[in-house]
């Protein structure tokens, strides 16, 4: 993700929270002063109730923005669920039970639940989705009761409306009310799992480059460091071969810096051909008798350009071991089709009896590679003799991009 489309998705984050705060907590202010200050204006409410539900008022208000904010800059678990400031809590619910008690004294089933209803709502929005549940469905039987009762013991014929109007807004009220939460929290996650994604992008490339010039310098410096030795060698009894192996030193050099310039502008990428034909050089130069079996329709096999960088990689890796880790005196390489697969094998007949001298990390990385490709990578090791083998299928596969990373 690149730096424009997170500093977009983040002005969208920001303006999805401005609407949210205005849809929950501007939205319960509203409903407060609207419904419960236009009771307070009214002429018939005795000045005995309206002095401690103005206070009441004020103290919901307040406890209700805070708790709802709060609440906003939370991203709650479904496991772990975000904890409420327990005085603006105890607060809130004081404040709602004065302005149910006093409107309910007075006979009025429309007003008396505004406020439970709202103190409920935000409860449940700091509880875990199970005892959300139970709490809501809970405060709307128990709305049930309250105007009921004392529609009953007035006897005003108003029963049906007393009873049944707070429990539907309660209910109405928690899914106004957790609705928009819950897209917020939605969409949070959403913005945290992309961010998560470009640093995850940003990292594998960093280890893709990374094994990528560890790759390319190793392999360059192990033959440039085989060829000094011979060149070292022979420069008292051979000075002409000397020159020739110093010339290919220098040409080597020149090599390791064009691919490393290659690497870091992303240009370079391993052939099996390359490999195979630069396996046979090096070899050769080192005093390796190198026997080459190449199968003609193994060459001209379709194999996908990431087929062909996975099995190249192999031979490097391959060829490196035979330098680093043993004493060949002969290897051999063999490319085929076979039951469906191309089939790589490369052996040679020197390896070290130092446990794990030639079953490096590289290998490892390039047997989950070829899994994850539908092929398959294996090493054994049968006295001085050392076999790597790897396969891949011939057909077309969804393969992971031969660029996600390199053999370390």
Same mark, same amino acid.
């Given at each position: 993700m690149g730096d424009g489309s997170i500093e977009r998705t983040a002005a969208g984050l920001t303006s999805f929270r401005r609407?949210?705060?205005?849809?929950?907590?501007?939205?319960?202010?509203?409903?407060?002063?609207?419904?419960?200050? !236009?009771?307070?204006?009214?002429?018939? =409410?005795? *000045?005995?109730? /309206?002095?401690? #539900?103005?206070?009441?008022? !004020?103290?919901?208000?307040?406890?209700? =923005?805070? *708790?709802?904010? /709060?609440?906003? #800059?939370?991203?709650?678990?479904?496991?772990?669920?975000?904890e409420a400031p327990l005085g603006r809590l105890i607060a809130a619910v004081g404040a709602g039970v004065v302005l149910a008690v006093f409107p309910l004294a007075l006979h009025d089933y429309g007003l008396w639940p505004v406020a439970p209803a709202l103190v409920v709502a935000i409860v449940a929005t700091y509880l875990p989705p199970r005892r959300r549940r139970a709490l809501i469905a809970g405060a709307v039987v128990l709305a049930l009761l309250p105007g009921g009762v004392v529609s009953l013991l007035e006897g005003d014929g108003e029963l049906a409306y007393a009873a049944?109007?707070?429990?539907g807004l309660v209910a109405f009220t928690a899914w106004v009310t957790l609705g928009p939460l819950w897209a917020w929290d939605t969409a949070r996650r959403l913005d945290e799992a992309r961010r998560l994604e470009a640093e995850l992008a940003v990292r594998e490339e960093r280890l893709r480059f990374a094994a990528d010039l560890h790759d390319i310098q190793g392999h360059h410096l192990q033959v440039i460091a085989l060829k000094s030795e011979l060149a070292a060698r022979l420069v008292d009894v051979d000075p002409a071969r000397a020159a020739v192996e110093l010339k290919e030193i220098r040409q080597l050099s020149a090599d390791a810096l064009s691919d490393t310039r290659a690497v870091v502008q992303g240009y370079r990428r391993t052939s099996l051909d390359d490999e195979i034909g630069n396996a046979t050089r090096v070899l050769a130069a080192a005093d390796i008798d190198a026997r080459m079996t190449l199968d003609p329709a193994a060459v001209a096999a379709g194999l996908t350009d990431s087929a062909r960088h996975l099995l190249g990689l192999v031979m490097r890796e391959a060829t490196t071991n035979v330098l680093r880790h043993s004493r060949a005196g002969h290897a051999e390489v063999d490319y085929r089709i076979a039951d469906g697969s191309a089939r790589l094998r490369v052996s040679n007949d020197g390896a070290e009896d130092r446990p794990g001298a030639s079953d490096g990390t590289g290998l490892r990385t390039l047997a989950e590679r070829l899994e994850a490709a539908g092929g398959e990578l294996t090493w054994k090791r049968d006295g001085p003799l050392f076999v790597v083998t790897a396969a891949l299928p011939t057909r077309p596969l969804q393969s992971p991009n031969p660029a996600d990373g390199a053999a370390r």
């Open positions: 609407y949210t705060w205005w849809t929950v907590p501007g939205m319960t202010v509203c409903v407060l002063v609207v419904f419960v200050g !236009a009771w307070l204006l009214d002429g018939d =409410v005795p *000045l005995w109730a /309206r002095a401690p #539900a103005a206070v009441a008022l !004020a103290v919901e208000m307040w406890a209700s =923005v805070v *708790l709802l904010s /709060r609440r906003l #800059a939370l991203l709650p678990s479904t496991d772990v669920p975000p049944l109007f707070p429990a």
